[in-house]
């Protein structure tokens, strides 16, 4: 009887996870269920002059591999309104777990910032990736860019248009990939009105879409989204950004899921939730697969 018991549990927790994150997306719970995965965690680390310049390193407590773990700099979303870096425990011991060095940035949000002065700052962390790597026991010529939601858009610009690396000293030449997760990457005119003012509604900047840097020599691109999403549509983000990917020449995985929203699309990778989607899976073997820059 205990036995049914505690199989009834395990069936039902991950439910009931499903349940609250629709609701009310508490990364504290994942968190705190991120123990199950191994990582060496480093808080706090500075990568720029500004109080919203910091990361949290999370390394795998495997051996290195001769050249150094592959290096991920995950932004979180939030609509460029909202984040803090200690919510995504979750994502970078995931990812650690599986061998890859992870750091996870803050960057300043509105309404202290507007576009593009979150760019700037994720360009920075970006840079400490590049430029630590080695250091930090990573491969400096296998460093990523990676976001889901608003950090998807994040890092879709970094990796696409030239400008915001070219700041920091680097390159998107330099990058061996990047992972985009849910990301809105053709979104003007803007309905949503939380997000309206960081693009300055309806006076909208020049250049602030990432469709419009797609090129053939635009970095490996890993494009993950939920079938069904009600904040940002699939098919005109994720879909489109591939295709016109694809046609260019550049190369590009696409993944559509099922059975998870934009939300439980990130949410998947802690570990009660996998079951949702194997999209942890299928980021760590697109990283495996990828190449080192040159």
């Known amino acids: 009887m205990r036995r049914l018991t505690q199989l009834l549990l395990w069936a039902v927790l991950p439910l009931a996870l499903v349940a609250l994150l629709a ?18 965690q480093t808080q706090g680390v500075a990568y720029g002059p500004l109080p919203r310049h910091g990361l949290d390193v999370y390394r795998p407590t ?23 870096r200690a919510d995504y425990k979750f994502v970078g011991t995931a990812l650690a777990a599986r061998g890859v060095l992870t750091l996870v940035a803050d960057y300043r949000l509105y309404p202290e910032v507007r576009y593009p002065d979150f760019l ?28 889901h939601s608003a950090g998807a858009y994040n890092a879709a610009m970094l990796a696409l248009d030239p400008r915001w690396l070219k700041g920091a000293g680097h390159s ?5 990939g990047w992972i985009g997760l849910a990301g809105p990457y ?3 005119p ?17 250049g602030s879409q990432p469709v419009d840097y797609v090129g053939k020599t635009s970095p490996r691109a890993f494009v993950g989204a939920a079938l069904s999403d009600n904040l ?4 005109r983000n994720s879909v489109a950004l591939a295709t016109k990917l694809q046609a260019a ?46």
């Not at 998107?172 to 061996?176: G, K, N, T």
């Not at 993944?255 to 299928?282: I, S």
Request: proline share 10%; charged share 15%.
């Open 120 to 147: 700037n700052d994720c360009a920075l962390a970006a840079a400490y990736g590049l430029e630590q790597a080695r250091a930090l026991g990573g491969d400096p010529k296998r460093v990523f860019v990676m976001g």
């Open 62 to 84: 495997q051996a290195a591999p001769a050249a150094g773990w592959p290096v991920v700099v995950f932004f979180y979303g939030g609509s460029w309104t909202n984040g803090e």
């Open 232 to 235: 940002v549509d699939p098919q």
């Open 190 to 206: 803007m309905t949503n009105r939380l997000t309206q003012p960081v693009f300055f509604h309806p006076n909208y900047p020049q």
């Open 172 to 176: 998107p030449s330099q990058l061996a």
């Open 249 to 294: 020449g550049a190369p590009v995985e696409l993944r559509l899921y099922g059975r998870v929203n934009h939300v439980t699309l990130a949410a998947a990778f802690a570990w009660p939730l996998r079951w949702l989607a194997p999209v942890l899976d299928d980021v760590v073997a697109f990283i495996a697969a990828s190449p080192e820059t040159p």
């Open 23 to 40: 609701a009310c997306a508490p990364t504290a719970t994942l968190n705190a269920l991120a123990v199950r995965d191994a990582a060496a």
């Open 186 to 188: 053709d979104f003007l």
